[in-house]
């Protein structure tokens, strides 16, 4: 089985590498990513001699490139690779729409023409809006999505239904919650609390902190990508959750907490615009139809993670410079 994993040097695109290496043994896995400022072949130290483990360099969106790959053979494509964060696609959403749209359609257009027996889409709950202060969503739930990230998120979504209903091809769309663990680019909510926790930084929290996100450990991603990859019925979308509610500023006090930091680090920052104020997920179907269920908590998954950060704090040392500290300080300098 050869499965093309695009994205696979990003945050979870990393950790289901390393978790589909160490299952399945017999599998070919080829990482395809272009390594942009999220990518971060470091990640993958401890499975790079595998001998059945390849790394490509390449843009899903150019479409030579890709034709060239898959002549190779490919079996299942799993498709991370996307800009990926919100605050960067209000700078500039431009290349949201050709990585999370474009490459999604590239990608798509090779699969169709090799043959590929599985395309696994993964995309967010962001493409679903924003909740109130009940409901959950569930795959039914309207595309409404508010940022140019999530809106590009929902083009790709979009395309890939489209492949499959015009060509029949074998596709599944999974729509994830916020994950939280090992490898996060320190940008996104909970590293970066608790990075600059740790380097005793202020801690920048949105408007009132009290927007909600329903986070799931990435080990537990990465079981419900596995389970929809071996036996996702064509077509359909999986929801994936792990039903873990919390608000943003609940997450930031636990962390302060955890590593022994006072709350007066705590900054609040101007609102990030059109900030969705609540997600949750029904992650009904998943789990009653692929048989998935959660391993962690919110209280063991962000233990485990406060302590590999903990522990690898030269991985992120490293990151926070250069190109990073250009981009937070054009974020946060106004606010
Ligand atoms: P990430 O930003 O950490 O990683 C993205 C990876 O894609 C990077 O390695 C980057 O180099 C690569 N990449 C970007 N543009 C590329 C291109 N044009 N061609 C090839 N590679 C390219 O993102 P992540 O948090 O690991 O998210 C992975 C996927 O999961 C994304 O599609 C995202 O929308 C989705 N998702 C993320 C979350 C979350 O909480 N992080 C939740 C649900 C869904």
Redesign the pocket.
């Known amino acids: 089985m050869k499965v093309l994993v695009?994205?696979g040097?990003?945050?979870?695109?990393s950790n289901f590498v390393i978790y589909m290496l160490n299952k399945y043994p017999d599998y070919q896995i080829i990482n395809?990513?272009?390594?942009?400022y999220?990518?971060n072949l470091e990640n993958l130290n401890s499975i790079q001699n595998f001998p059945n483990y390849t790394f490509v360099k390449?843009?899903?969106?150019d479409a030579r490139v890709i034709d060239q790959l898959f002549e190779k053979g490919v079996d299942i494509v799993v498709n991370?690779?996307?800009?990926?964060?919100v605050d960067r696609s209000i700078l500039d959403p431009q290349i949201f729409i050709k990585?999370n749209v474009m490459?999604t359609q590239v990608l798509l257009d090779a699969a169709k023409k090799y043959g590929v027996t599985k395309f696994v889409q993964?995309?967010?709950d962001e493409v679903y809006g924003s909740l109130g202060e009940t409901g959950l969503f569930t795959e039914m739930t309207p595309l409404s999505p508010n940022s140019p990230y999530s809106a590009s998120?929902a083009g790709g979504d979009l395309i890939v239904r489209a492949y499959h209903e015009t060509f029949g091809m074998n596709v599944n769309i999974t729509r994830?919650?916020?994950?939280y663990g090992p490898y996060q680019?320190p940008e996104?909510l909970i590293p970066l609390m608790i990075s600059n926790a740790l380097n005793n930084k202020q801690l920048p929290v949105y408007g009132d902190g009290l927007n909600i996100r329903d986070w799931l450990y990435v080990e537990d991603h990465c079981s419900a990508i596995d389970l929809v990859m071996h036996k996702g019925i064509s077509g359909e979308v999986y929801n994936v959750g792990g039903n873990n509610e919390r608000t943003n500023i609940h997450i930031v006090k636990t962390i302060l907490e955890a590593l022994d930091k006072p709350e007066s680090l705590i900054t609040y920052v101007e609102d990030r615009l059109g900030h969705d104020r609540r997600y949750g997920i029904d992650a009904t179907k998943i789990t009653q139809e692929l048989g998935w269920s959660p391993k962690y908590n919110f209280e063991s998954g962000i233990k485990a993670t406060i302590l590999w950060y903990l522990e690898n704090k030269e991985w992120w040392e490293r990151i926070q410079s250069g190109a990073y500290q250009e981009y937070y300080t054009k974020q946060y300098a106004s606010r």
């Open positions: 695009t994205g040097a990003g945050f979870i695109g395809l990513d272009e390594l942009t999220a990518g390449g843009d899903i969106a991370f690779a996307a800009e990926s964060h990585t490459g993964v995309s967010t998120k994830c919650s916020n994950n680019f996104k």
